[in-house]
Each structure stands twice: as structure tokens, then as C-alpha cells.
DNA sequence: ATAGATGCAAAATGTTTGCAAGTAA
DNA sequence: TTACTTGCAAACATTTTGCATCTAT
């Protein structure tokens, strides 16, 4: 992870969002955001939670999951880890991310009671055109 | 990949879809299934095909890729590879999956033109609870 | 002063579901 | 024959957007 950006101003909302996001709980949906700050802005809009957690993204302070499911989750947390989720009930288990030369047989050291068939990798990166733009 | 359940029925529908999938067109949205299936069934639904999606994801012989988005896509190939998306304009590139200790690193020989940020891990299995009620 | 941010509500998008009718085994 | 599947349409869930107002710089 890395600073790729500076937020221009820090609302009260934004700074909120942001506190709440690098509290330990991870795995935050937008939703689970909202219902939180909601605590300390009582009538905050979900929107602003979206609005938020991209630019806050996009700024790299937070990292948005993809977590296999249509619904993004966002984590405020640095330290590294992987998932593993049941192909029949979706289940997702952390695998914590240690010394993987060959990934599968090492999630399995991570985890318990999972069978492992598969894993998704994907790289998170800037392209050439948006670099430019910066 | 491995199977990992058999298809009771095989329907035209079914069918149609499963060889569609095995074709080397990659990363199809449940809607791009659509309109293609629907060359050959016009009036297919599209309910049926993300319930067959669904079906043949869980029957092993499909993935389902999570792709950083919230539409899901399908994958019916075999050979591994992994993807670069920009964290700006979400553009995904594929990677070839070879050879790498420092995944980070290594995903740059497989790249040009992105800037390597991050990178996310989801390792796909069953648990328990599901191995069991097979 | 003003570019950017907010709250609200409506719209857009993607996915799932109930049901009556149809079909593979 | 019958349990599974389909097409259809409506329902759902999540995310995005337009706009008038507000606010951090």
C-alpha cells in the first residue's frame, strides 16, 4: 500500500469516515460505514459515505475488497491478509499471509477446515493514461 | 480447478450456456452470457442464465471471478492468469501467472504501463460444513 | 469568494425470486 | 410421472447521480 493522492479538504464527515475506518474492524460494507458514523452524524447520507470511501480509496488511505460478493468492502487496516471463501456457502474465513511459494498448499496452513480448490489474484495498480492525468 | 459435483439436467438452456463459457471469449458478465445464448434461444431469460451460471460455477466446471467490480464475471478457461485493474479507471489488463516469489514484483514482467500498487488474494475452497452435506 | 462537499430523493444497475407452465430422466 | 427447470415480471439490494444548499479553504 501507498499514498497515491491528497485529499484537498477534510470534512468533518470525511474526517469521521476516515477514524472509523482505521478502527480494527475490518470488512466494513458502505452500509456498515453509514450505520457507524450515523452514531456521530446523525443525519449523514449514505451517498457521502460513497462519495467518501471512493475518494478516500482513490487517495489510498483505505482499500476497497472485492470479497467475491457483488456488495465491496472497505478496510482501513494495513496488515496484510487473504480469504478464504466456500464456493457452496460463502463463508470467508482470513488466511493469514505468510511465506507462500506455492499459494494453495500454503492457505492451507492458514486455515482450517476448508478445502482448497482454487484462489483469485488480482494486482491493484495505476495505468499509463490516469498516471498522465495525475 | 477440479470438479466438484455432477449436473443433474441437461437442458438445452444448460447446455448452450456451458459451451458458450468453454468458448475462449473470457471475463463474461452474466449479461454478456445473455446476449449471446440468446443467438441461439432467443427467448431465454436472463434469470435462467444466472441461475445456471450459478449452478455450473458450483458444479466446478466454471469460475466465477470477483474482478474488483460489483457485476460478477464468469470465466469457463482453464489456463491460470491474473489481472492488473486501475485503481483510477478500473481498466483491467491480464497477467501472466509465472514465476513469482514477490508477487508485486513479478506481476510487473507480466504488465506494461501500470504502476503496481497492491495487490488482492482470495483463495476459493469448501468448508466443512458444506463437504459434508454433499 | 468559490470550488468542492453535503443531504436528499430519485434513478440506475445488477441480481434474486415467486409462480404457472414446460421438460428431462 | 415428477422433480427439476424455464420464462416472465416483480422485487431486492447496492450504488450512483442531479440538484439546491452549505462549507473549508
Redesign the pocket.
Known amino acids: 500500500m501507498q499514498k497515491s493522492g491528497l485529499?484537498?479538504?477534510?470534512?468533518?464527515?470525511?474526517r469521521i469516515?476516515l477514524e472509523e475506518m482505521q478502527t480494527p474492524g475490518r470488512h466494513l460494507?458502505?452500509?456498515d460505514v453509514y450505520e457507524r458514523v450515523k452514531q456521530k452524524?446523525p443525519?449523514?447520507?449514505?451517498?457521502?459515505?460513497?462519495?467518501?470511501?471512493?475518494?478516500l480509496h482513490q487517495a489510498g488511505l483505505i482499500k476497497k475488497l472485492t470479497m467475491g460478493?457483488?456488495?465491496?468492502?472497505y478496510d482501513g487496516g494495513m496488515h496484510r491478509h487473504y480469504h478464504v471463501r466456500c464456493i457452496k456457502c460463502d463463508k470467508v474465513q482470513d488466511v493469514s499471509a505468510e511465506a507462500f511459494q506455492d499459494l494453495n498448499k500454503a492457505a492451507l496452513h492458514g486455515v482450517d477446515s476448508f478445502e482448497i480448490i482454487d484462489h483469485e489474484l488480482e494486482f491493484i495498480g495505476i495505468c499509463d493514461k490516469c498516471r498522465v492525468k495525475e
Open positions: 485529499i484537498e479538504r477534510m470534512t468533518r464527515q470525511r469516515i460494507t458502505a452500509d452524524i443525519n449523514i447520507s449514505l451517498g457521502t459515505v460513497y462519495r467518501n470511501l471512493e475518494i460478493g457483488c456488495q465491496k468492502k
